[in-house]
């Protein structure tokens, strides 16, 4: 058994030198990242530094000039309102009126077509009427006359008798 106990021994210290190689040879790995990463830090500090403290400078110095454009625009539209809120009154304005005037030509022309309809009744009433009344009267009296006396009633194609209708055109 003491074979096996040497053979175990071997192995192990054979084990612990190639982790100690593995430890050794990630030290130099790490070592030689480190000093990568270290030169790309420099070069990002000498290459970008300079460019982020100019936006910084650029925006320190046009912030005032951001505020300011924006203060503008705020007045802007706030001035624009008021003249669409100015407008809106004015248009409701005008189309409320227009929407009165309407309304009174409408009322005007119906009194209008009512009093031409009332006058027309009343000229047919007044004049038409007794007219036709007075027409019917004289041929009645006509016809009568004519039989009275004797003499032949005249044609309605000689031209003389006129219907009634034809009398006001």
């Known amino acids: 058994m003491p074979t096996f106990v040497n053979v175990f021994i071997v192995v192990t ?7 100690a190689l593995i430890l050794v040879l990630l030290f130099i790995s790490v070592r030689k990242t480190s000093k990568r990463v270290e030169s790309l830090a420099t070069d990002v500090q000498t290459k970008a530094l300079p460019t982020i403290e100019t936006a910084q400078a650029m925006l320190v110095e046009l912030r005032p000039r951001v505020t300011d454009i924006v203060a503008n625009v705020e007045e802007s539209a ?15 304005d005008i189309v409320d009126r227009t929407r009165l005037q309407v309304i009174r030509a409408d009322e005007l022309v119906n009194r209008t077509m009512d009093r031409v309809e009332e006058t ?10 007794p007219i036709r009344q007075l027409s019917g009267l004289m041929t009645g009296l006509s ?3 004519e039989y009275f006396l004797g003499r032949r009633r005249r044609q309605r194609g000689d031209g003389v008798g006129v219907p009634q209708d034809e009398l006001f055109i």
Not at 13 to 19: D, G, L
Not at 84 to 91: C, F, K, P, S
């Open 13 to 19: 210290a054979i084990a612990v030198v190639i982790q």
């Open 78 to 92: 706030r001035m624009a309102r008021a003249q669409m809120e100015r407008l809106d009154v004015t248009i409701s």
């Open 120 to 129: 027309s009744e009343l000229v047919h009433r007044t004049v038409v009427s």
């Open 143 to 145: 016809a009568g006359l």
